[in-house]
Structure formats: structure tokens, C-alpha cells
């Protein structure tokens, strides 16, 4: 495998506590492994392309070099498709901001080209630095969002099944804080369709395409460890288990959820209804541990009374597959 194409995508990885593990470590992530970081983690739309290309041209298996040219080709016609002009298909305009003024944020514009333009002229306008006007950006799938395109029809439905197939947003386009491209998706397209899957059941699969793909990650965070991940927010939590065997199968309390801290003397074991609901499986590249000095009061507190309440109701690495959601 080439060391610099590696590394390369090894920084992508949000997680600073598993980039330092890798480090001082001899785990490797499989070739196939790296095409599903490169997907999930580019930082923008040029560098997701660029990196797959480089994965067709340096990897050596020829399976995985023919997934990432079918990523390549997925996310071009995703590209293509949005940014087609069409006479039935307008440019919904959402300009995130925290002015609480929602019907300034948002228009509407009859081509990409235009939308951009008008975020240049929005700026502009409010460039005297209005504070009911600044942009503050949100945090999406950990990557900050300052404004969001959508490709919508402007058509009647000609039947009720149009709802549902033809009608409303088609597709998104997120954008950074200097207009760079972060993602693109086109929402009646998708890899099954790019596969041509006549398949049912993705087990019987020959393709194994990326999305039915699990990396095997190292076990480079403990039971009952204080973490965190960003998603729209910084989320804190604790993980319930050991990693088994390193599967992307993530088990973590929400330390921000009331209904577990406050009633936590009536949950009665791990199949308990609060427990199950005050969950997350975000993805191991996206969890880094914590300190004590790098949470609120508020979290290490909940986090002592929930590591408390796990002990005691007997969580194991037996008992995780009792979970059935």
C-alpha cells in the first residue's frame, strides 16, 4: 500500500485519540477501509474526488480500485445532476444564521450560478457587521455548514404517488464559509442504483459495495471511558462496553439526556427502556476521549452517575447483544 497515499487519509479521521493510537501502533486499516474514510470524511467535495482517484491509480487490489472509481462516478453524477439547470427545477437559497430571522435567510433563484451569487450580494449587504445578521455556521455530520442549497421542482403533482417521487427537493448542496463545496447528494440516487442491484438481501451480494462495508477498528478506547463526538453539536457520553473485536458497532449513553440522569433509580437492567433510548452509535472514527478539565461540571457529574449505574446493573461484554435495535 503507498505510505503517503495512507496517510494522507488517515488524517481525514476526525477522532485525535484513535489517529494517536494508529501512531503508536502497527494497526493497519484495509485498502477497503480507506475508500469508506475517504467517503464519510473528506472535508469538501474537490478533495473527496481527488483522493478517489488516487485510490484507483495507487491501490493494488482491483476490487477495491473498482469501488473507488464507482464512488467517483457516483458522486460526479450526484454533481452533474444538481447543478443541471432545469425549467421545472428552482435553487432553494438557506443562509444559516442566528438572527432568529428565518424569512431573510431564505430564496429562491432559478440557477446554482445565480444562488451563489446572491450569497455574495447577501454578504455584502450585511457586511457593517449587524449582529441580527452574522453567520454563525452550524455543525453537520461534524463539518461546519454555512449555507445550504437545495434543487426543488416547481411543478404541480399529477398524481398523489408525486409526492412522495417527483415533487419537493430533488437534492442539497452544502456549502463552507468561502463557498467551497462539501458535499452533494441527490436524493432519488443511490449506490444500489449505480450497481444496477438486483439483489433483495445485501448478504447475498457479489459486489459488496461500500455501503454494506464495516471497518474492523482497533481497540484504542475502554469500557466506561468519558467521550465525545461533533455531530450539531459537541455530544458527550460514555461508552457502555469493550470494543469487540473492533466492529464499527458503537455503544454510547448520552450524558445530556434527562430521562436517563433523572430516573435513574428506576432503570432495572440493561434492557431497560431509558437506557435503550438514551443512546448513540456514532461511528469509532468519529469518538475521541476526555478529561476531566474538558467537560462542564454538569457532564462529569452525570458521567459519574451514569458509570455508577452501568457497574450496577451488570453491562459486559455479554450482555451487548441483548440489544435489539
Known sequence: ?????????????????????????????????????????????????????????????????????????????????????????????????????????????????????????????????????????????????????????????????????KVGHLGECLLGKKLEIIDVNKYNYGVRDLYKCKNKDCDDCKNKCISIHHIKFPAFLSQYQLVAFKHYKINYGVMCYEMQDGDNDSYIIDLDDNDFIVNREKLKGPNDYGIRDAHWHPSYCEIYALKREDVPDYIYENYLYAVKILKELGFDGETYWCFDD
Open 1 to 165: 500500500m503507498d505510505k503517503k497515499f495512507y496517510n494522507k487519509v488517515i488524517k481525514l479521521i476526525p477522532s485525535n485519540t484513535l489517529k494517536e493510537f494508529l501512531k503508536a501502533s502497527k494497526f493497519k486499516f484495509k485498502e477497503k477501509d480507506l475508500l469508506v474514510i475517504i467517503n464519510d470524511y473528506s472535508r469538501n467535495y474537490d478533495e473527496k474526488i481527488a483522493l478517489l482517484q488516487d485510490a484507483a491509480n495507487c491501490i493494488e487490489d482491483k476490487d477495491v480500485g473498482f469501488h473507488a472509481k464507482k464512488l467517483i462516478e457516483l458522486h460526479t453524477r450526484y454533481y452533474d445532476d444538481f447543478m443541471r439547470p432545469s425549467d421545472d427545477c428552482v435553487f432553494e437559497v438557506n443562509i444559516i444564521t442566528d438572527d432568529g430571522f428565518p424569512e431573510e435567510r431564505l430564496f429562491i433563484t432559478k440557477t446554482f450560478e445565480d444562488a451563489l451569487t446572491l450569497i455574495k450580494f447577501y454578504n455584502k449587504q450585511y457586511s457593517d457587521g449587524y449582529v441580527c445578521n452574522s453567520k454563525a455556521g452550524t455543525l453537520i455530520d461534524g463539518k461546519f455548514v454555512y449555507y445550504k442549497i437545495f434543487k426543488a421542482t416547481a411543478i404541480a403533482p399529477q398524481k398523489p404517488s408525486d409526492i412522495h417521487e
